[in-house]
């Protein structure tokens, strides 16, 4: 059993419409070690206002223990290169402390206020682009024998050694996605370490269908649902 909190947790003003106040990053290093001595075994960074990676870099510099994730970053504004890219020196720089958690939004979201093209359907993207991140992990990691990946919607077929970052001594990124309906949940079973359930979400529709549908994803891949 894990017990998280939030990194510049939301504030009421902000779920009213009345803005944030802007943080200093004095106050993301100060607001980090206090959740490290309080006890708890993460902090997480919502995309609500701020990035969720850089203050992510801040907290890994003022801490020694705890989890760092994002909860989550919007995945279709950000090509998996520049993801990977994030994630792999967070990764590094905390010391394997890191999980990337990630979130497709709604389309509304995406082509109004990311200036994004919502180019099909949610789900089937969301798992290239996952499949996709595995594969230039492993190309990180060995950049002699790159591992490629090409999809309907995403492709990596190019790794030369100078834009490389090279091998990490923690070349595993825990992938984490932000899962309501049932295929996203399968999604998550199937090829993720965990899953960010949404607050809209009741304990019995958690119980009952979230993690039975993420079993049955489990089960396709042959993993173990630990």
Not at 85 to 103: C, H
Not at 169 to 177: A, K
């Amino acid at each position: 059993m894990r017990t998280e909190t939030g990194l510049l947790n939301l504030e009421a003003e902000q779920y009213a419409g009345m803005g944030q106040t802007a943080a200093k990053i004095t106050d993301i290093a100060a607001n980090a070690r206090a959740i490290e001595a309080l006890g708890f075994d993460g902090a997480t960074m919502p995309e609500a206002g701020y990035d969720p990676f850089l203050p992510l870099m801040v907290a890994a510099e003022h801490t020694q223990r705890i989890r760092l994730a994002t909860n989550v970053a919007i995945a279709f504004p950000r090509s998996p290169m520049v993801v990977a890219q994030l994630a792999w020196d967070l990764q590094k720089y905390s010391g394997g402390r890191f999980q990337l958690g990630l979130g497709t939004q709604v389309k509304g979201h995406n082509e109004r206020r990311y200036s994004t093209p919502w180019t099909a359907p949610p789900g089937p993207r969301l798992r290239e682009y996952l499949l996709c991140l595995q594969a230039i992990f492993a190309s990180f990691q060995n950049g002699k024998q790159p591992t490629y990946f090409e999809g309907k919607h995403y492709q990596f077929t190019l790794m030369p050694p100078f834009f490389n970052p090279g091998p990490s001594p923690y070349p595993h990124v825990p992938l984490y996605i932000a899962a309501v309906n049932p295929y996203m949940c399968r999604l998550a079973g199937e090829l993720c370490d965990g899953l960010r359930l949404h607050p809209i979400a009741t304990f019995k529709y958690a119980k009952e269908v979230v993690r039975q549908t993420v079993e049955t994803g489990v089960r396709k891949a042959g993993r173990r649902l630990s």
